[in-house]
Structures are given as C-alpha cells and as structure tokens.
Antibody, heavy 119, light 109 residues
Framework: QVQLVQSGAEVKKPGASVKVSCKVS????????MHWVRQAPGKGLEWMGG????????IYAQKFQGRVTMTEDTSTDTAYMELSSLRSEDTAVYYC????????????WGQGTMVTVSS | QSVLTQPPSASGTPGQRVTISCSGS????????VNWYQQLPGTAPKLLIY???QRPSGVPDRFSGSKSGTSASLAISGLQSEDEADYYC??????????FGGGTKLTVL
C-alpha cells in the first residue's frame, strides 16, 4: 500500500523560495509518477505539474513554468517541489499525488503541506 | 475561472439522489476520461470515480459517474450525512494537461 508523507508547514516572505518534500513508502519512487496539486484557502484544486511516463519527462502547468521545479531523490524515495519568487497568492496547501497510469487518475494523495507567504 | 465548469453548490436530504455536473470542451472531456474526487472538510482529496464511471475498491456503489460528449456527471444515490463534502471533476487537457473543475460543495440537509 502506497503512502505519501509530506513535510511540515512553512512560512515564507514574498520573493523567497519554498521546497516541499513528499516521502514515499510501500513502493519505490521509480515505480510511481508523482504530481503536485495546490489549493488556496477556500478555493479549488489546481494541478501544478508532474511526471509524464509517456515522454519520460516532468511537465509543468504553463502558469508555473519558470517558477517551479519538481525533482526526485530515488535513494530516499522522496519527491520535492520547489516554488520560487513566492507571492501572497501562492499561499495554499500543496499536495503530492501519484498518477496511476492504469486508472489515468491521481489515486494516492499526501496529507498536504500548508505554505503561507506573508511579509 | 476553472477550465471545467461545475455548479458551486448542491444539496439534498438523506436518502435522496443528487447529481453534480461538469462541463468541459473537446480538448479535455471530449477526448479524455473524467475522474471525480471527494474532499471531506480538512482532508486531502480522495479518488471517487476514475475513467468516467469506474469506482476504486472501497467506494460504495451509491456513487456513479457518466460522460457524454464534453460533459460528465456524478450521481450520489441514497444520500447520507457523511457524503457532505466538496466534489471535484478532473480530466487531462490536450494542451493545458491536468485540469480540475472549480468544485461543488454538497450539503446534506
């Protein structure tokens, strides 16, 4: 059974960067396609990017191109999402989620990491 | 605005059947499958329906999904108080990639 455990809440100043981690257990990271989804307070879900197994590359939502970097450390089965040039609108809960190729859906989700951007 | 359009709210009484719609376009729902997620208050989303109408193991058969053209629907029959949650449709878009609906808040009266 796959489990995703994310790092704790962060408070950052505008202009700074944040790096959120997502530790996988029950499977190895190389067997999974990891995606990141965020949710601003009181708002809906927003896909940020993830690994596309068809192309073998990480793809990003156009909105975040140039500001987001998603990486993986296969030695520790941990995925990372780094978002730079933070602004107040980036205040949100950030989720990692596995993309299941068979189901064509995000089937396992982390518990979420609250990132607050405030001066 | 979200790429997929959902009503912001829906409601029903216990035992009733409610449906939630999700409207898209030819580049997303019209050419790819639709998934539905349930988000209980204060928790992470949970996969409820995948590939338009398939239920993951453990999801009650009170939940069903359908798709026609560029629209999809989630139906909940025999409504229960624990179904009170936010529901999101999602699909892959040929150019935008991952897209979600704005979410529908379901209230059980």
């Amino acid at each position: 059974q796959v489990q995703l455990v994310q790092s704790g809440a962060e408070v950052k100043k505008p202009g700074a960067s944040v790096k959120v981690s997502c530790k996988v257990s029950g499977y190895t990271l190389t067997e999974l396609s990891m995606h990141w989804v965020r949710q601003a307070p009181g708002k809906g879900l927003e896909w940020m990017g993830g690994f596309d197994p068809e192309d073998g590359e990480t793809i990003y939502a156009q909105k975040f191109q140039g500001r987001v970097t998603m990486t993986e450390d296969t030695s520790t089965d941990t995925a990372y999402m780094e978002l730079s040039s933070l602004r107040s609108e980036d205040t949100a809960v950030y989720y990692c989620a596995t993309g299941n190729e068979l189901l064509n859906a995000f089937d396992i989700w982390g518990q979420g990491t609250m990132v607050t951007v405030s001066s | 605005q979200s790429v997929l359009t959902q009503p912001p709210s829906a409601s029903g009484t216990p035992g009733q059947r409610v449906t939630i719609s999700c409207s898209g376009s030819s580049s997303n729902i019209g050419s790819n499958t639709v998934n539905w997620y349930q988000q209980l208050p204060g928790t992470a989303p949970k996969l409820l329906i995948y590939s338009n109408n398939q239920r993951p193991s453990g999801v009650p058969d009170r939940f069903s999904g359908s798709k026609s053209g560029t629209s999809a629907s989630l139906a909940i029959s025999g409504l229960q108080s624990e179904d009170e949650a936010d529901y999101y449709c999602a699909a892959w878009d040929d150019s935008l990639k991952g897209v979600f609906g704005g979410g529908t808040k379901l209230t059980v009266l």
